[in-house]
């Protein structure tokens, strides 16, 4: 049910005489569940809505619209709580956090809608029957599911919820239904790995193309893993046989369907893929093909200039050999300008967690004062800030890395272009 805010003037809604108050309960006879519904009819010619006015009357009226015209109507809430996640997983990065961070923190979000709308990738352990059907009858497409197995049993032991095993059911019935999906492992050395990861993978891509990526990230493991599942972390001779399995299995399937997080790459000590191996890169918010894209932007980006200023690139320990080439490449094409490369290891963490984007602004701070070097700024991608903020993991501001550190901070927009310009102008 949508409780009506108001009308907007011009709006079919208002010609209908709804009001403020009213109560917007069924479309074509199935339930108004969210402004999901509401957004998916209003796109549509014809359709009946069912309207249950403040005086307690329900009427059902049949809508004739033209492509250009619009119900016009505004809720009291879209109705988009999050839903959580029900599941224990062996692996649960957010079992891992320590305590007195942002709330949002240890939010675990499981909510096919926010798939749907924001890329976040869901299991569907909490998905009833009416949540599959309003899917395919929605169309809410694509959608980015965490597979992780597709044996069902095995899933059942590694999400530690008996009702994890219809993984296999649900992508049959989404495919069949029309619905594209992008999937991901995350790759639980010892579990899911091997024979299984054999098997995940020739499973999804019977649906292709309607499945048409399986991602395979590596578990991240802070210090914070007292009295959790023991899982090994991945070295550099495992990372190599990773690679070598997504490339046969790629070469099987004659599509590049298996794609690997760039941090396999960064581990085994080998480069990334090449840029066109990644498509439309419809994996890289999970740390697929960033490399390779940035690589291509900054590389079409280079050009002559002159800027006088000496720089510290800040970045994690897995991507600090690539960091470091980038740098020393802009300085071939920039004259005047110097670079070095600090690799910060994460100690908020843990050192086996070596990306990026999860340094905290302590670890930043402690490692650029020991590192004591003489530079005029520091350089560091957005993806170590919350999103639209200036806040690190651990609460520090940007502000303060500067008072701490004594320079100039510049944050770049995670771009090789946005790279480029930040060692070039001011």
Same mark, same amino acid.
């Given at each position: 049910?949508?409780?009506?805010?108001?009308?907007?003037?011009?709006?079919?809604?208002?010609?209908?005489?709804?009001?403020?108050?009213?109560?917007?309960?069924?479309?074509?006879?199935?339930?108004?569940?969210?402004?999901?519904?509401?957004?998916?009819?209003?796109?549509? /010619?014809?359709?009946?809505?069912? &309207?249950? #006015?403040?005086?307690?009357?329900?009427?059902?009226?049949?809508?004739? +619209? =033209? $492509? !250009?015209?619009?119900?016009?109507?505004?809720?009291?809430?879209?109705?988009?709580?999050?839903?959580?996640?029900?599941? /224990?997983?062996?692996?649960?990065? &957010?079992? #891992?956090?320590?305590?007195?961070?942002?709330?949002?923190?240890?939010? +675990? =979000? $499981? !909510?096919?809608?926010?798939?749907?709308?924001?890329?976040?990738?869901?299991?569907?352990?909490?998905?009833?029957?009416?949540?599959?059907?309003?899917?395919?009858?929605?169309?809410?497409?694509?959608?980015?599911?965490?597979?992780?197995?597709?044996?069902?049993?095995?899933?059942?032991?590694?999400?530690?919820?008996?009702?994890?095993?219809?993984?296999?059911?649900?992508?049959?019935?989404?495919?069949?239904?029309?619905?594209?999906?992008?999937?991901?492992?995350?790759?639980?050395?010892?579990?899911?790995?091997?024979?299984?990861?054999?098997?995940?993978?020739?499973?999804?891509?019977?649906?292709?193309?309607?499945?048409?990526?399986?991602?395979?990230?590596?578990?991240?493991?802070?210090?914070?893993?007292?009295?959790?599942?023991?899982?090994?972390?991945?070295?550099?001779?495992?990372?190599?046989?990773?690679?070598?399995?997504?490339?046969?299995?790629?070469?099987?399937?004659?599509?590049?369907?298996?794609?690997?997080?760039?941090?396999?790459?960064?581990?085994?000590?080998?480069?990334?893929?090449?840029?066109?191996?990644?498509?439309?890169?419809?994996?890289?918010?999970?740390?697929?093909?960033?490399?390779?894209?940035?690589?291509?932007?900054?590389?079409?980006?280079?050009?002559?200039?002159?800027?006088?200023?000496?720089?510290?690139?800040?970045?994690?320990?897995?991507?600090?050999?690539?960091?470091?080439?980038?740098?020393?490449?802009?300085?071939?094409?920039?004259?005047?300008?110097?670079?070095?490369?600090?690799?910060?290891?994460?100690?908020?963490?843990?050192?086996?967690?070596?990306?990026?984007?999860?340094?905290?602004?302590?670890?930043?701070?402690?490692?650029?004062?020991?590192?004591?070097?003489?530079?005029?700024?520091?350089?560091?991608?957005?993806?170590?800030?919350?999103?639209?903020?200036?806040?690190?993991?651990?609460?520090?501001?940007?502000?303060?890395?500067?008072?701490?550190?004594?320079?100039?901070?510049?944050?770049?927009?995670?771009?090789?272009?946005?790279?480029?310009?930040?060692?070039?102008?001011?």
């Amino acid at each position: 049910m949508l409780k009506i805010r108001s009308t907007e003037k011009n709006g079919i809604g208002r010609e209908l005489g709804l009001k403020r108050g009213d109560e917007l309960l069924c479309f074509d006879g199935h339930p108004a569940v969210d402004i999901l519904d509401y957004l998916y009819y209003d796109a549509k /010619n014809e359709f009946s809505i069912t &309207v249950r #006015q403040t005086n307690g009357d329900v009427s059902t009226c049949e809508i004739e +619209k =033209d $492509d !250009d015209e619009r119900l016009g109507i505004n809720f009291e809430s879209d109705n988009l709580a999050i839903r959580t996640c029900r599941n /224990n997983c062996v692996f649960c990065f &957010v079992d #891992q956090m320590p305590r007195g961070m942002r709330d949002t923190l240890y939010v +675990k =979000d $499981d !909510d096919y809608r926010q798939s749907f709308l924001c890329g976040n990738f869901v299991t569907l352990t909490n998905a009833e029957e009416e949540d599959i059907e309003r899917i395919i009858r929605l169309n809410l497409s694509p959608l980015y599911v965490s597979v992780h197995t597709m044996n069902g049993e095995l899933r059942k032991k590694m999400l530690r919820n008996r009702f994890a095993g219809r993984i296999a059911d649900y992508v049959k019935r989404l495919a069949e239904g029309g619905i594209t999906m992008h999937t991901q492992i995350v790759l639980a050395r010892g579990y899911n790995d091997g024979k299984e990861l054999d098997y995940s993978a020739r499973e999804l891509f019977k649906f292709y193309p309607r499945v048409q990526t399986m991602a395979v990230v590596p578990v991240g493991m802070t210090k914070f893993r007292e009295n959790l599942t023991h899982i090994d972390d991945i070295d550099k001779e495992y990372a190599k046989e990773v690679i070598d399995q997504a490339r046969r299995l790629n070469k099987e399937f004659g599509v590049n369907f298996v794609q690997l997080g760039d941090e396999f790459y960064f581990r085994a000590g080998e480069a990334v893929e090449e840029y066109e191996f990644y498509g439309a890169f419809p994996q890289i918010e999970n740390g697929i093909g960033t490399t390779a894209k940035f690589d291509r932007e900054l590389k079409i980006s280079l050009e002559e200039r002159e800027y006088h200023r000496s720089f510290l690139l800040i970045c994690g320990t897995s991507a600090a050999e690539y960091i470091r080439g980038a740098g020393k490449l802009v300085e071939k094409y920039v004259k005047g300008i110097k670079t070095e490369t600090l690799a910060v290891k994460n100690k908020f963490f843990g050192e086996s967690v070596n990306c990026t984007g999860l340094l905290t602004g302590g670890d930043i701070a402690a490692a650029v004062k020991d590192y004591g070097g003489d530079y005029d700024c520091l350089v560091m991608p957005r993806h170590v800030l919350k999103e639209n903020t200036d806040l690190f993991l651990d609460g520090m501001t940007v502000g303060r890395l500067k008072d701490i550190v004594g320079k100039e901070v510049r944050i770049t927009d995670g771009t090789g272009e946005g790279f480029f310009r930040s060692l070039s102008e001011d």
